[in-house]
């Protein structure tokens, strides 16, 4: 099949991109290397992309690209392009985070309703539920995002449903919870961390260190997708999380087993759009595509932490 994956150089699209050439696609990434962290990270996870054969790199905003000319070549989207990041969406920057977000995704849609795509996977987050009190929280929950990053994020689910109600787009949307591994972003919690046990630094903690996550490895994300295509399910939405609910503390004890340092932690006032917990109900991805997470918190950060031994030395 032939794949675009938008945000290919980022965390999650450069391993999606390398996993689709594993199982011989070929892939047309598209990147336009915001400055919201080091071009040079992104560059590092595109290394052996740009090596393999079967690989097209597109260094573009999409919004200024022809889209329709380019999905003519296209049977698959992935649509992983976003501005990141939850406590930076407020204020003047919700500017970039709507164009880079919302109408960027819209004249993606706009442009697939002519092609003939087998299928377009839309990256959302568990960022579109907000302060949720059900928990394992189920796709049909109230959706109520605290940040304007989660706005974003859900104005970009409902453009997929009308887009495919409307005009057949065959989209789907997968919310990832918590995303880690080699590769993360560096404004990222577990990077962040590790890179301080490394340089003998200081982890910050946003709140009193009882929130908990649904922390899902990066290879169980990318599996996700992969299933996503073999099991496609137009219309649907699916969580993709790690299977388990980890108090951040619980996490943290993890830090000196795994890198053999000590870490010195401060604790910071919550910042505004961050959650309390999250947990993902993956009930509906287990039995409709076969989902199921194989990678627990300390084989990935002891995996992760590898990464940032190698990346920091």
Known sequence: MRC?????AGFIGSHLAEA?????HSVIGVDCFTDYYAREYKERNIIKLREKKGFQLIEADLLNLNLAALLKQIDWVFHLAAQAGVRASWGTSFEIYTHNNILATQKLLEASKEADLKGFIYASSSSVYGDTKQFPTPERSYLQPLSPYGVTKLAGEHLCYLYYKNFGVPTVALRYFTVYGPRQRPDMAFHRFLKAALMGGEIEIYGDGQQSRDFT??????????????QFYPGEVFNIGGGSQTVLKTALDLLPQITGKEVKITYKPVQKGDVRHTAADITKAQRMLGYQPRVKLPEGLEAEWQWIKEIYK
């Open 4 to 8: 675009l994956v938008t945000g290919v």
């Open 20 to 24: 689709l050439l594993a199982q011989g």
């Open 217 to 230: 490895y990066i290879s169980d994300i990318v599996t996700a997708h992969l299933l996503a295509m073999e």
